[in-house]
């Protein structure tokens, strides 16, 4: 089975400038455009860090208070079996 040759287009100089300054408007544009994306995301990511500090503490502080609680039952619980002993 043959496969049929592909044309590969011959473009003058002329025309090879114009779709290089094409190419590079289009990576200008897009430079741009993520630019802006970037620089929204991280003033979001921003936002929500202060938001979300306030429960990030509450969590830190109930965690602590949760592990000073669990320490103070098993010292609880050792005392009570050196006494029953």
Known sequence: MTVPAIAVPQFDPE???RIQA??????????EVLGALRDL??????VL????APLVRLADQRRVRL???????RRRLRNRRRRAR
């Open 41 to 46: 995301f991280r003033r979001i990511g921003a």
């Open 22 to 31: 094409a190419w590079e408007r289009l990576g200008q544009q897009l430079a």
């Open 67 to 73: 592990r000073v609680m669990h320490l103070a039952y």
């Open 15 to 17: 025309q090879a400038a």
């Open 49 to 52: 860090r202060r938001a979300l």
